[in-house]
């Protein structure tokens, strides 16, 4: 394993942790507004909401200290962190594809509508969770990687987290744009 792929593999690895260290943050801070928008937005039970919510935040914490801790452990969460996007990303493209206007406050107490951008997000999101489970970076991890790789995956989180924003600075600068109609 060359010590590029270990770089780019922990730069995946810090990315997802992030992603999902702030996603069971926000929802931790805001459970009640979250399982609310289960039951308007999802259309989950009443009666489920509720376990349903904290279900989701324990699982979201869960994977991010599995991902953090190293070795096969981080494997696994990165593994089980796929699935959950995935079952993320089917939901948002069937709600898309519906026209239907989903509130959802993913990240936090700051509940917004979703859109094409965070669908385009998760596809990121399993994208570099996939090459991670196929690359397999942590075979060559050293000091020095991990600390290179921190600032990437900061970086990478703030565009992919903000591709509304990314798309309009590009627009204005006569670059091609992601429509946003539903």
Not at 52 to 69: C, K, N, Q
Not at 88 to 102: E, P
Not at 147 to 175: C, E, H, T, W, Y
Request: net charge neutral; glycine share 6%.
């Amino acid at each position: 394993m060359t010590d590029e792929v270990s770089v780019i593999g922990e730069i995946g690895r810090f990315y997802i942790f992030l992603i999902l260290a702030l996603a069971a943050f926000g929802k931790t801070k805001s459970a009640e507004q979250f399982r609310e928008n289960l039951v308007f937005s999802f259309y989950v039970p009443e009666w489920g909401s509720r376990w349903l919510a904290y279900t989701i935040i324990v699982i979201e914490w869960l994977l991010a200290l599995g991902i953090i801790v190293g070795g096969q452990i981080t494997y696994f969460a990165m593994a089980g962190s796929g699935m959950l996007f995935l079952v993320f990303t089917i939901i948002i493209a069937i709600a898309l594809s519906q026209n239907r206007m989903i509130n959802c406050n993913c990240f936090g107490s700051e509940s917004k509508m979703l859109s094409k951008y965070d669908l385009l997000r998760n596809l990121v999101v399993l994208t570099v969770i996939i090459l991670f489970l196929i690359l397999k970076p942590l075979s060559n991890f050293h000091f020095l990687t991990f600390a290179l790789s921190i600032p990437f995956a900061l970086i990478l989180f703030q565009i992919s987290m903000n591709l509304d924003v990314v798309s309009l600075l590009i627009k204005r600068q006569g670059g091609m744009v992601m429509s946003d109609d539903r």
